[in-house]
Each structure stands twice: as C-alpha cells, then as structure tokens.
C-alpha cells in the first residue's frame, strides 16, 4: 500500500509537472498570436502595486508585470528547449560514436567531458556573453556548449550496454554496415536514458538564462523573466513584487522540468517500471 | 597511496591545460581586435595597446600567440584592469578572501544540516518526514539562488527589520575588537543561507542515500545481532560510512558554491568575487573577466584533487584498489 502510494505520488508530481509545462506552451503560442498587446508599453501608472487593474503591480515604467511574464515565457521555453535539443543532439551524436567505436575516440570524448564538468559553467557562460554580447542565440550556443557531455556519456554507457546484445550481431551477421548499425539499430535503442537528461537541461538552461539576464547580461530591449529580476533589484524597498512573481515563475518552471525529467526518468527505467 | 596520488595529479595536468587552452579562445571571441579584450573597453595610455599587441605577439600565428599567453600566464602575468587601476591578479586574489569568508561557514552548515537531516530522514525511509526531507531537496535544486536571496531581504530586512540587507559591515559606527567580527557575522546570516541551501539539497541527497546505503550492509545486522542499540549502531557504525561519499560531493560541488557565491554578492553588495565580477561587467573590464573564469577554474580542479586525496584518507579501500590495479 506504501510502495503504491509513493508511486502514485510520484507519478502524480510528474504529471502535475508536465500539465504546468503544456499551460506555459499555450501561454507562450497565445502571447504570440493575441494581437494589438504590446508589453513594453509604457503608462504613467509606474510602480503600482498588485490591484484589480494591475494583478502583478506595475514596474518603474508602468509596465505591466503579469503582461510581462507572460512574454516572458517565450524566451524561457524557448532558450531551454532549443539548448537541450542543441546539447541532445550533439551529445547523442558524439556519445553513439564514442560508445559504439571505441579506442582513442572514446578517450578524447570522455577527457573533454570531463573538462566540461570540472569548468564553473556559469562562470564561464557569463564570460563568454560579456564578451561576445547579448543575445539569445548566443546564449542558447553556450548552453548546449556546456550542455552536451551529460548527455553524450548518459548515450555512450547506453550504447556500450546496446551494441552488445544479440540483435545486434543478428543485424552484422546479414552483412549491414557498421555506421548503418549504429544509426537504425543502436542509436534508436539507446534513446530512453536520453530523454530524461534532455530534460533536466532545459531546467538548468532557463536556470542559467535567467541567471545571465539577472547579471544584466542579455539585451535590455527583450523582456525575460531574469531580466525582470534585473530591474526589481533597485526596488525592493518599495516594489518588492517586482522581485516576488517574476522570481517564482522561474523557481516554479525549473522545478516543474525538473520533476517532468525525475518522472521520464524513473517511468523509463525497466527497474522502476510497474 | 603514492601512486593513486600521482595518478590524481595527472589527472589535473592536461585539465589545467584545457583550461588556460579556453581561456585563451575566449579572448578571440570579441568581435574585431583582440586586443579589446586583452586590454577591456578603455581609453589607455599611448602606446600601451602596442604594447600589450607585441608582447602577447597578436600579429603572429595563433600558436605562437598562445605559446606567448602561456608564458605570461606562467609570470602570474593575468593583465591590468584599468578600471580599478592595478593588476589582475592581486585584485582577484584580494576579493576572493571575502567570497571564501562567505563561502566557507555556509559550506560547512551545510554540510552538518544536510547530514542531519539524511540522518533523521533515512531510518525513517518512506514516511512523511522522509518525503518532506526529498521535497527540500528538491526545492533547493529548482530555486534561483538570486531570487531567494532577495525573498531573504524582503521578509527578513526590510519587513521584520531583523538583519541587514546589504554589505558586509555596518557604515553607520566604526567598529573594532569583538564587536567588529559580531557585526560581519550579522552581515553574513542572510547571504550565507542563500549559498547554503543548493548546499543542503546536495548533501541531504547524497547522504540519505549513503545512510540507506550503511543501513543495509551486513556489518550494521551484526552489531544489531550483537545487542548495540539503534542509536548507537546509527552513530557509530552507519554515520562514518556514510559520511565518505558526503565528503566527496562537497568537494565536488565546490564550483556550483563558487557560482552560487557571485550571484548572492551581486544581491548582498557582498565585496568579493561575485561583486568584481559584475561591476567588471558592466566596466567591460575584459582582463578581470578572464582572470576571475582562470582562477575559479583552476580552484575547482585543485578541490577535486583535494576531494580526492580526502577520500583516500578517509576510505582505505580506495588507495588499496588502486595499489593492486596499478
């Protein structure tokens, strides 16, 4: 009864999760499709506290805080999916080849992960886009930059375990060759483990986003959620909800992913499985 | 144990060198001269930009130009900021003292909360309190570090007035003696909690599954066979075994504090690291940027080398294995 209830529980955070992730979706397609809502529009009703008329409350310019993290979403989704695809594919490509050929390849793979983890990543990200400037594809490029080793040593112990089954040699012994082995047969059952890492990094890379923009480090005229907690520094003596909401939209995302990747994660575990 | 040293040390050689290697790419990474980066975005003295071309060779090939990196590195030549009018690494070294004086009693709070909690949670694995151990962890994943700290000053400082909500001294009074070091401990409560907490998330993790671990190993059935209460058994035969891999992770983790350290100096005025960082940022004081990236770097792999001769102190089957493989 105890063990079906952790179950449940978990199973059902997962799914709480993953609702919240498809809500954020359709905020974000519908922020963009609603016409004639500028969020950066400017009023005379600056730094009004949350009312009826202005949920959230109002920022120095009187803009409009809820509209604002609503725009916001896009580039929260955007930056973390886009980085964890990035880093996925990437990973899974190099990951595949090293676990699957071996040698000296697997050695300089498994030596440059290893720098990549020892690296203060944020550190450096941050270094990176101050030197190079803003901007969201640059910074979606450092994320899958720092990303992509989990995900190539999740798929190169997958695909070590793999290749080493008897479907596999079943597929050698008919005379296939060896890359067309490794990409219909091995490749695609060697994913699972996969999807659960690419999802816990879409929560560390709107993590990391939101970080870069909070250090001032994206461009001024996109709003995002860090950004927002940027400006909301200067105020919290008098605007302290200008802190307040944009903050816990970014705590409750992150957190969201990453129950979503701890839910894919133990659903797709044969050990776990019910 | 010598040769697991070594193997360690060796370990860290060609990391360090990967690591000089990208931060020598990075400075290409500016758009246009190199030397903007080499220098920052600032009117210099005459001259001083010819200078800084020839000595770092930017006309030449880019082995060259990293050999010439290399050698100047090797001088504890890290550049000159202009902006704060001396030289990169002092100015680097001095800060780290107050991130280190923010990091360190945070690290170690953490470390005995997050061991405490394992403690109390594991025994009791599958009850509420167990779940609630989880869920904090959890939480302390998730939480921007930033936002925390600054949900800290707006209960804690500016609501209940309780404890300041900036800086690390009070400049109302000048302070000496005792009263001095009380009042940077004042200043440290509500920073430190916010560098504590990924903290705890970490080590309560790590450790409730070492305790879970211990719990289930033969040696604890047997001094239960033997009579030892359970207090005693979990104290002194579970809590040194599980205690190994909660030693490690710390010292593994040592970069995400160091990031968690910059981010909460930026939202505390806290003056070190975190709050060169920033205002090098906004200075586009390109040399203290880099220098910062070096040195975190460089401290990280140095705590894993540490970490890792820790663990061979404190568990003898590690340097055993590694005798006998070697």
């Known amino acids: ?274 | 144990m010598r040769a697991y040293l070594l193997a360690r040390l060796g370990w860290a050689v060609p990391i360090v060198i990967a690591i000089l290697i990208i931060n020598f790419l990075i400075i290409h990474l500016v758009p246009g001269d190199p030397i903007q980066a080499l220098v920052g975005d600032f009117p210099t003295p005459p001259g001083y930009a010819e200078q800084i071309r020839k000595e770092y060779g930017l006309d030449q090939p880019l082995l060259t130009q990293l050999w010439l990196y290399l050698v100047n590195l090797a001088g504890g030549n890290l550049g000159f900021s202009f902006a704060n009018r001396q030289p990169v690494l002092p100015l680097i070294l001095d800060r780290a003292r107050f991130t280190l004086l923010l990091m360190l009693p945070a690290l170690t709070c953490a470390a005995v909360l997050g061991v405490v909690l394992a403690l109390a949670a594991a025994p009791r694995a599958g009850s509420l309190y167990d779940s609630s151990v989880t869920a904090i962890s959890l939480i302390g994943f998730s939480v921007p570090i930033f936002w925390l700290g600054q949900i800290l000053i707006i209960a804690f400082a500016i609501k209940l007035r309780w404890l300041p909500a900036q800086g690390m001294i009070s400049l109302r009074e000048t302070l000496t003696g005792w009263a001095a070091v009380a009042d940077v401990l004042w200043h440290l409560v509500l920073p430190g909690f916010s560098v504590t907490i990924y903290y705890i998330a970490v080590v309560a993790r790590v450790a409730r599954a070492s305790v879970l671990d211990a719990l289930s190993q033969d040696f604890v059935l047997t001094a239960k066979a033997k009579g030892l209460s359970g207090r005693y058994v979990l104290w002194r035969h579970v809590l040194p075994n599980a205690l190994i891999p909660v030693a490690t992770v710390i010292g593994y983790n040592f970069g995400y504090s160091l990031t968690g350290a910059i981010l909460v100096e930026t939202v505390f005025a806290w003056p070190g690291i975190g709050n060169l960082f920033i205002a090098s940022i906004g200075n586009r004081d390109y040399p203290v940027l880099q220098g910062i990236f070096l040195l975190t770097a460089v401290a990280v792999v140095l705590a894993n080398v540490v970490t890792d001769m820790l663990y061979a102190v404190l568990d003898p089957r590690v340097r055993g294995s590694y005798g006998k493989n070697a």
């Open chain 1, 1 to 274: 009864m105890r063990r079906f209830l952790d179950r449940f529980l978990a199973y059902r955070a997962g799914m709480t999760a993953g609702l919240y992730v498809l809500f954020l979706i359709a905020v974000a397609i519908a922020a963009a499709l609603w016409p004639g809502i500028d969020p950066h529009e400017i009023s005379d009703r600056a730094m009004v506290a949350p009312s009826m008329a202005h949920l959230l409350g109002t920022d120095e310019l009187g803009r409009d805080v809820l509209l604002g993290l609503i725009y916001g979403v896009r580039v929260s989704l955007t930056v973390g999916f886009s980085a964890a695809l990035a880093a996925t594919v990437i990973g899974v490509l190099i990951g595949a080849a090293a676990g699957f050929y071996g040698g000296w390849l697997d050695l300089v793979v498994m030596r440059i992960s290893e720098v990549f983890q020892v690296v203060p990543g944020f550190i450096m990200a941050a270094v990176i886009i101050a030197l190079s400037g803003p901007g969201l594809s640059r910074v979606v490029m450092v994320i899958a930059l720092l990303a992509w080793p989990q995900i190539a040593r999740l798929m190169r112990g997958e695909v070590m375990r793999v290749k080493q089954l008897e479907f596999v040699d079943a597929v050698r012994c008919l005379g296939v060759r060896e890359w067309v082995i490794l990409g219909t047969e091995v490749i695609p059952n060697s994913l699972a483990p996969v999807l659960a890492g690419a999802t816990l990094i879409v929560a560390q890379a709107i993590l990391l986003e939101a970080s870069l923009s909070f250090l001032g480090l994206s461009s001024a005229d996109i709003i995002s959620w860090g950004r927002m907690l940027n400006s909301g520094q200067r105020f919290l003596f008098n605007a302290p909800w200008l802190s307040i909401f944009p903050g816990f939209a970014i705590f409750i995302t992150v957190l969201a992913f990453n129950l979503l990747g701890d839910a894919v994660g133990s659903a797709l575990n044969p050990k776990t499985q019910r």
